[in-house]
């Protein structure tokens, strides 16, 4: 018996681990729905997935290597000749998915040490595994100093900081609002990254105006990630995951607190794109994207999540416009 909402909570409540952190949970996830699933053949076994599917992604939406197990998984069950055969494919796609990750973000992160030399200072956001990989390997080459923005409202950053100093480098840490202050001198802006799509890279919130100082202050941006954050073209990026206001602050009165943990970073802010195969450009990003599978049931989701979004944006636009005529 399998019982989705209690397999699914989990990676709901988990608000501050990087993607590669949520979905080795999700592929946990997958994985136990397979074996445990009441199914009395693959195609039930497919249903039962699929609706796990819709929900994993509906806790975590911005994680696109969730979507790439979940292609993998389905893809895996077109052909599976029975049910038991169909529930050891997906454990195994699920189980080499958790291993996979791990080598993944390893290569990405021995290429982004690869472009640092002793005594480079660098500036990040938030708190990704696959760049605290990097930055740890660099330290141990040479020495290295990171500024860590603290990564409001859960303070990510400083789970990251801790980590670097606990491993010898030598780490500052700073409130977001000073990120530009902190730019000079130093060699790049190192972003994570949770999903690549068409409309550019989605990371934590900050992203964008970091970069944008940065550019000003001549400093490069580079992105580490790896080809399990690439989405199929089409396939939605959602930003419009709302988080508990209680988060950011308990303000008096009615007053409405906005908090979304993701923002859109474009592919012209960003000089340099490191993946587990290498640096890329955004041109040969496109092209790597191209081809990737996407099975009808993630088909569904993304449009039944695109059609959200699209009326989600259209209520706050309406609420905007009430509130600027009322306080006309």
Known sequence: MVHLDALVSPLRADVVSGAAVVSRTAAEVVRRVAVR????????LREVLDEAAC????????MAPVVTLLARVFAELDDAPDLDEARRRVARVAEGFREELARRSERAGRHLSDL????????????????????L???????????????????EGLRLARVLAEGGVGVTVAVDASMALHLPGCRAVVLGADSVGD?????????????????AAGVPVWVV??????????????LDDDRPGEEVSRPPGDARVWNRYFEMLPFDLVERVVT???????LTLSERRHDLPLPAELARW?????????RDAEHETAGSSDTHKNRR
């Open 116 to 135: 640092l030399d002793g005594g480079d200072r660098v500036l990040t956001l938030s708190d990704s595994s696959t760049v605290r990989s990097g930055l």
């Open 302 to 310: 993304a449009a039944r999540r695109a059609g959200r979004s699209a």
């Open 37 to 44: 699933a009441d199914a009395g053949s693959p195609a039930e």
């Open 276 to 282: 587990d195969d290498g640096p890329l450009d955004p």
């Open 225 to 238: 990630t790896d080809g399990t954050k690439f989405l199929p073209p089409g396939f939605p990026q959602p």
């Open 137 to 155: 390997r660099a330290a141990e080459e040479g020495g290295l100093s990171v500024v860590c923005l603290e990564s409001r409202p859960l303070d």
């Open 55 to 62: 929900r994993i992604l509906d806790a975590q939406p911005a």
């Open 199 to 215: 409309a550019g890279i989605v990371n934590k919130v900050g992203s964008v105006p970091l970069a944008r100082c940065a550019r």
